[in-house]
């Protein structure tokens, strides 16, 4: 298969496939003098504690609404891609190398669930299951290539049901808690093994986002998904669901796309900045916030998308809004919290 980059994050963008990752699969992660100020990826909130994890395996919470942070412990050193509770105790986190960790302590000390060694074989096993020849051949490569496929993205239905999604198409569920998994990759239409950047749920509604325009719908709970049509086909980065039949979607070039009937037609939303956008967050009433790889935030007014009237800022790579418009963006030189007058867009 011919490889395909994607932006995990900006420094480890063009290592991600070439660099071993089973050493640092079973080295735990380093102790550093600033966590806060690290490269961080992914952030969620369990209950009032902020939660945020980056490179090297490091994984970060904040007691004080996000002004200090502390590092947590976590038993890997790969970078981790996105996190995600289903309350204040119960957390998940996906990685580098297959990873997937749990936490069941708000996010202070993680266990290793699930890696990129154990994704081979459980592909193995379904290929041989399904007798599928190209299921087969992927896994049979996967075997060959070691674990160097990264997770990208997750969501926690409940404290013991977890759906990840990542490169070359990986999909797997669990509904007990991380003990097993099932792979989930042969249900979605992506015979190309197109990477698969952001997942999204609401309710029953589950919505996944990859590369070359791929966007993926279920309306029932992830058993079955059904792939949309959309005039864009470059890469999508992320996706909102906003309400049970709307659905936004953000990626290359700042491009911005809405359907306001589950996907049935697209309308292209007009971009204030032509970078790529990675990452997104929903605010309470609906509408989100988007953030750039150029270090904007951009603002969904209900009438058009603003880029916020912010002091310059590092390329983004997480955003996650807060309550009276405050925000909590992440980057490539740690978080940034933005207090209420902070977040109002330009005039």
């Excluded at 105790?89 to 154990?118: C, F, K, N, Q």
């Excluded at 058993?223 to 669901?241: A, I, N, V």
Aim: one cysteine or more; glycine letters at 12%.
């Amino acid at each position: 298969m011919k490889r395909r980059t994607f932006v995990v994050s900006l420094s480890t963008c063009g290592s991600a496939w070439t660099a071993p990752v089973s050493p640092a699969l079973d080295r735990r992660a380093l102790t550093v003098r600033a966590p806060s100020r690290a490269v961080l990826l992914g952030v969620a909130r369990a209950g009032d504690r902020f939660v945020a994890v980056g490179e090297r395996g490091i994984a970060v919470v904040s007691d004080d609404g996000c002004r200090t942070w502390g590092q947590a412990q976590v038993p890997v050193s790969v970078s981790l891609t996105a996190v995600a509770f289903a309350d204040d105790r119960r957390g998940y986190a996906t990685g580098h190398g297959g990873t997937v960790l749990g936490t069941t302590d708000g996010g202070l000390t993680w266990t290793r669930l699930l890696d990129g060694r154990a994704i081979a074989l459980k592909m193995q096993e379904a290929a041989i299951h399904g007798g599928d020849a190209a299921q087969r051949q992927a896994a049979d490569r996967m075997m060959a290539d070691g674990p160097d496929k990264p997770l990208l993205d997750l969501v926690v239905s409940s404290p013991s049901e977890v759906f990840v999604v990542g490169a070359y198409g990986l999909a797997l569920t669990t509904s007990d808690g991380g003990h097993t998994w099932s792979v989930r990759s042969g249900l979605l239409d992506n015979p190309k093994g197109l990477h698969l950047y952001a997942v999204r749920r609401r309710g029953q509604i589950v919505a996944i986002a990859g590369e070359q325009g791929l966007v993926l719908r279920s309306d029932d709970g992830g058993r079955s998904f059904r792939k949309l049509s959309l005039p864009y086909q470059g890469s999508f980065f992320t996706l909102e669901l906003p309400s049970a039949d709307g659905m936004v979607t953000a990626g290359m070039r700042g491009n911005v796309w809405r359907s306001p009937d589950a996907g049935s037609t697209w309308q292209q939303l007009p971009s204030p900045s032509a970078a790529a956008i990675v990452a997104s967050g929903l605010r309470p009433d609906g509408s989100f916030v988007l953030a750039s790889q150029a270090g904007q935030l951009i603002s969904d007014t209900g009438a058009s998308l603003e880029v916020m009237k912010l002091a310059p800022l590092p390329p983004l790579t997480g955003v996650l809004p807060l309550p009276g418009e405050a925000l909590l963006a992440l980057s490539v030189e740690g978080a940034h919290l933005f207090p209420p007058l902070a977040g109002k867009t330009t005039s």
